[in-house]
């Protein structure tokens, strides 16, 4: 069996996102303690997670009595009551979990958990529609944005662009974007270098500040 130490993660709130959440940390081998206050849920999940305890997270007590300050990191991933989200973000804080990741609902929301303490604030709902709206309407195959501005994103050769050479195009100076891979459909991706030609039909993998790579992948 794993051992509880600095590795694990605490997910709290086995909803539709922290289920999913919990089952990819456990694809990924991290040991995962979840929590939620349902015996339903607790029954439900039991079988496809290592462990799975029912308490209700908002309870210092209870989590103190869990281990949970061996963890080195806990997900609230309660998002219907604000209430409860808030009050296990405080509990956390006050167990001393060094990374608190906390699920918002609402900008308010993610004020208020920033405010009592979380480390990092996510709003999967929101994320995901916009990475879905950008894969639908534009050239974009795949697209991950960092913070402070940055996105890398496999991008469709524009039309216009096709059959010319990166020493000839300068996508840094011109659209602000660094083509870093470039590839053949069915075939792998190569490092580009000042003469790769940009392939019909090709596939590109392209860095830079959101805005220009959106740009960049909306382009005919
Ligand atoms: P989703 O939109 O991901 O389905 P929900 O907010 O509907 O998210 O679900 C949150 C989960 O968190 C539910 O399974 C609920 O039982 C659990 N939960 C809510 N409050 C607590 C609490 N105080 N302690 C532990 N689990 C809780």
New binding site residues.
């Given amino acids: 069996a794993r051992r509880a130490d600095s590795g694990g993660i605490v997910v709290?709130?086995?909803?539709?996102?922290?289920c999913h959440l919990a089952g990819s940390l456990t694809r990924m081998n991290r040991e995962v303690l979840a929590?939620?206050?349902?015996p339903a849920?607790v029954q439900r999940w039991s079988a496809q997670l290592d462990r799975v305890v029912q308490?209700?997270?908002?309870e210092e007590g209870a989590l103190r009595q869990l281990g949970i300050s061996s963890f080195g990191r806990a997900v609230v991933?309660?998002?219907?009551?604000v209430e409860?989200s808030v009050?296990?973000v405080l509990a956390l804080v006050e167990l001393g979990v060094p990374q608190i990741w906390a699920r918002a609902t609402s900008q308010k929301h993610a004020k208020i958990l920033a405010s009592v303490g979380a480390h990092h604030v996510i709003f999967p709902e929101a994320e995901t529609g916009d990475r879905v709206a950008h894969l639908i309407v534009s050239r974009l195959l795949d697209f991950i944005e960092f913070d402070d501005d940055f996105a890398i994103a496999t991008v469709r050769v524009p039309e216009s662009l096709v059959g010319r050479t990166l020493l000839e195009l300068k996508p840094e100076e011109r659209f602000g974007v660094r083509v870093v891979g470039a590839k053949l459909p069915g075939e792998r991706f190569r490092y580009t270098s000042d003469d790769t030609t940009l392939p019909q039909g090709g596939v590109l993998i392209v860095e830079g500040g959101i805005d220009q790579v959106q740009q960049f992948a909306g382009m005919r």
């Fill in positions: 709290i709130g086995l909803g539709r996102f922290g929590i939620d206050r349902s849920k308490a209700d997270a908002t991933a309660i998002g219907a009551s409860a009050l296990t």
